[in-house]
């Protein structure tokens, strides 16, 4: 048996471990509004082959119509981000670079008139892995995102744990992203994405270092339990059915933080 077949079975624990622990949040977990918005985290759209971080495409249109429904505005990040946005509004970013933010996504998107903002892990877009390549985006792509209404920030480059490297790497990442970004897309991103997101990945001296670096918002996940200084994000997986994605809108899951 090779390891892929062996971590099969643990990657089926792990998945029904998360949609009991999700549904059970769902239904006894704390609600309260966010003043200032909640932004939203996903990662690819209809590439069920990312496990619990994809989103089927009919399940993220629903989201956009539910929270349409349930009385939320869809804003840009920056406004949430900067203190500007109020407790009926929300803001949608992905991270990574994956092909169907564009194929998939944007499309839902721009039928209701919705900004986002994608990170982009540098060296994941400039992988030659036979794994990566067909599922990310390539900088052509990436070039057509910003007239669809699509911000482009950071998300490192090779998407390290930023709780386990050293100072100089974290420079590393943090500088050597964004030069990138700028050298292929022209653009100066003042926003980037912690990898993973947790409150484990992330460190007093990499917050400094991207400071310096020239980012002005610092994305995390975990509402309640982010790293001092960052900006929370509210994770959404592949299993948020309708009684899910309203009470994660209703702040059930603002202690929540993925483990998988």
């Not at 932004?39 to 119509?65: K, M, T, W």
């Not at 203190?83 to 998939?104: H, I, N, P």
């Not at 590393?172 to 990945?201: H, M, T, W, Y």
């Amino acid at each position: 048996m090779g390891i892929a077949d062996r971590l099969r079975p643990r990657e089926r624990l792990a998945k029904a471990r998360m949609y009991c622990e999700r549904q059970l949040i769902a239904s006894f977990g704390a609600h309260h509004a966010k003043p200032n918005g909640r932004l939203l985290c996903y990662h690819s759209v209809g590439q069920p082959d990312l496990g619990v971080n994809d989103c089927s495409p009919a399940r993220f249109r629903r989201h956009i119509e539910l929270a349409k429904q349930l009385g939320f505005r869809f804003v840009p990040a920056s406004r949430i981000a900067g203190g500007e946005g109020t407790s009926r509004d929300l803001a949608v970013t992905f991270d990574d670079g994956w092909k169907s933010v564009l194929t998939v996504a944007a499309p839902i998107l721009a039928e209701h008139d919705i900004p986002s903002t994608l990170f982009v892990a540098t060296g994941l877009i400039e992988s030659s892995s036979e794994w990566h390549r067909p599922r990310m985006l390539d900088w052509e792509e990436l070039a057509r995102l910003p007239a669809m209404g699509i911000e482009i920030g950071s998300h490192s480059i090779t998407h390290p744990d930023f709780g386990k490297i050293d100072t100089p790497k974290a420079v590393e990442e943090l500088n050597g992203s964004r030069e990138v970004l700028k050298s292929r897309l022209g653009i100066n991103p003042d926003c980037f994405a912690i990898p993973l997101g947790q409150s484990r990945n992330w460190t007093a001296d990499a917050h400094a270092a991207a400071g310096e670096a020239g980012y002005k918002y610092v994305y995390a996940q975990a509402e309640n339990t982010r790293p001092p200084g960052t900006i929370a994000r509210t994770f959404v997986t592949w299993m948020d059915d309708d009684r899910i994605f309203t009470a994660l809108l209703n702040g059930a899951f603002d202690n929540w933080e993925e483990w998988y």
